[in-house]
């Protein structure tokens, strides 16, 4: 908290007035929830970071009144929706007005002409998929976290969606969006069209801003039918670039398929592996069941040339079903362990590894956890990943944070990107200096104060302080 005691409850009262007792939480009982989200902050500074009041909006009015009470005493604002993300986007380090979007989670419309819908933000993906399946729709956007991720927090964090390679990610499904800004004016971005050469792409602005530009409070998104049939090849090889290879030949290939990683196995024998294989790929494929057939016949052909073992068709289905069937609540309580979402280029991975688990994971005490040293997503975005367990010991933190840094300066150097999908919150901010020019963070600085003179969205996240 960090408004005086005087100041909140004035505030308490204005908010109370404007949006009624059922929608305002100020107990710290009820606050504690907004402390976190499934970031592992340091552990002395846990529950230090509190709110001052959270907010349940139903309406964009609602929102307009927070925002206009905020703004006239300029304090700060964390637009919240399912609370997934892994870099602290919430932590509210500078305390303020949790703007929590639960109850913002109706579809408004559907268009099947038009392949569209019209969602409020808190709506989570998996509710938006089974209720677009009524219409025999999808919105394809397969994140690991689609229980609990909203469409507002994947817009926010240009949220990866693993059937990319087909479908693209939920920034490529944006038509137009509303938007609150600072001031409490509402924009609306466009016309409801995915295509279109008029005006600058106000919506993209909004896209991984992690609300430090507005808060989303509608969403137009293109949608599509739901496929005739589906598809999975699953096939295990003697280690991680043997997978790694046969990956490539398939993406090389030019063959459509919508969903593709290739791991460093681990219990793969669950899934019909024979012992010894420590590498595998998976690829998805939807559409027609000509077009799917046709794909899986092409694609085993290229498992068999290159020397991998074919898992049954069962395994493979039950394999790919896994990835979307992660609770990931728990991680906001435990979370001992971080990720990698890193883009560098094909031909320099094998050095990024070697130097991320040789070099540096060892100097500060990371240690990949079993089996998840490696992966690779088989796509157009070809994320390169590996889960580690954080530092332990005295200097842990510090530790930590010279390790980021090192692989930020390791992946930029290679002109890759440290963060593909997980976004910069407050765990990567500080690193953005090496991976953007001091030109093209001040443009962003200034796009930000045009649209955010008083910096009271979601301050201090993704954007690096300056002097
Ligand atoms: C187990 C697990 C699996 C995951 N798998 C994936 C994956 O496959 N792909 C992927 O991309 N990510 C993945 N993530 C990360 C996370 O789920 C995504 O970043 C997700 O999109 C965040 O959505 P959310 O609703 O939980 O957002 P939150 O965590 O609530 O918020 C994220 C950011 O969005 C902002 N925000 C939220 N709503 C709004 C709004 N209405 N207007 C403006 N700003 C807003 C918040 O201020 C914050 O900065 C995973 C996380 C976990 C724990």
């Known amino acids: ?57 139903e309406s964009t009015e609602d929102v307009q009144k927070v925002v206009r009470v905020a703004a006239s005493r300029k304090i700060p604002l964390i637009p919240k929706g ?27 419309a559907v268009s099947k002409p038009d392949l569209s819908v019209t969602v409020q933000p808190g709506i989570t993906l998996k509710d938006l998929e089974d209720q677009l399946a ?27 969606s693993r059937r990319h390679q087909k479908y693209g990610t939920i920034a490529d499904r944006v038509m137009s969006l509303e938007v609150v800004l600072a001031d409490g004016s509402v924009l609306r971005t466009g016309p409801k069209v995915l295509y279109t050469s008029t005006g600058y792409r106000l919506h993209q602005l ?16 293109r949608v599509e039918p739901l496929p005739e049939a589906r598809s999975a090849v699953l096939a295990f090889y003697d280690d991680f670039w043997a997978a790694n290879e046969a990956a490539l030949r398939i993406m090389a290939s030019g063959v459509t398929f919508s969903a593709g990683e290739a791991y460093e196995a681990h219990g793969a024998t669950a ?19 000509g077009e799917v057939e046709a794909e899986e016949e092409f694609i085993k052909r290229v498992v068999s040339e290159s020397g991998g073992v074919l898992a049954s068709r069962e395994n493979a289905m039950s394999f790919v079903s896994k990835y979307t069937e992660q609770w990931c609540g728990a991680r906001a309580l435990t979370g001992f362990e971080d990720v990698l979402t890193t883009q560098v280029p094909m031909e320099r991975m094998r050095e990024f590894y070697d130097t991320l688990w040789n070099k540096i994971a060892p100097r500060y005490g990371i240690a990949p956890l079993p089996g998840e040293k490696y ?13 580690y367990s954080l530092p332990k010991g005295e200097r842990a933190w510090e530790n930590y944070q010279k390790a980021l840094r090192e692989i930020a300066r390791l992946a930029t150097s290679m002109g890759g990107s440290v963060q593909s999908c997980h976004g910069v919150g407050i765990e990567h901010r500080d690193n953005m200096d090496l991976e ?32």
């Not at 399912?82 to 639960?102: A, E, F, K, W, Y």
């Not at 992966?375 to 889960?387: E, H, I, K, N, T």
């Open 206 to 221: 909004f896209v991984a801003a992690e609300g430090t530009l507005g808060i989303i409070t509608e969403a137009a998104l």
């Open 375 to 387: 992966s690779l997503d088989v796509g157009r975005y070809r994320m390169a990943g590996g889960r």
């Open 82 to 108: 399912g609370g997934s993300n892994r870099t602290g986007m919430l932590v509210p380090i500078h305390g303020g007005i949790v703007v929590d979007t639960i109850r913002m989670n109706r579809i408004l």
């Open 1 to 57: 908290m960090t408004l005086a005691d005087a100041e909140r409850e004035e505030v308490l009262g204005e908010l109370l007035e404007a949006l009624g007792a059922t929608k305002v939480l100020w107990k710290t009982a009820d606050l504690l929830p907004y402390t976190k989200d499934t970031y592992r902050i340091r552990l002395e500074d846990e529950y230090r970071y509190m709110p001052d009041i959270a907010v349940l909006p």
């Open 436 to 467: 953007f020019s001091e030109v093209a963070l001040e443009t962003m600085w200034k796009i930000k104060r045009v649209l955010d003179p008083d910096n009271i969205m979601n301050p201090g996240k993704k954007l690096p302080e300056r002097k």
């Open 134 to 160: 009524e219409h025999g729709l999808w919105l394809t956007q397969e994140q690991g976290s689609q229980k609990m991720a909203t469409v507002g927090g994947s817009l926010s964090t240009s949220g990866f």
């Open 271 to 289: 899934w019909g592996a024979p012992e010894g294989k420590h590498g595998l790929f998976y690829v998805a494929l939807d559409g027609t069941k």
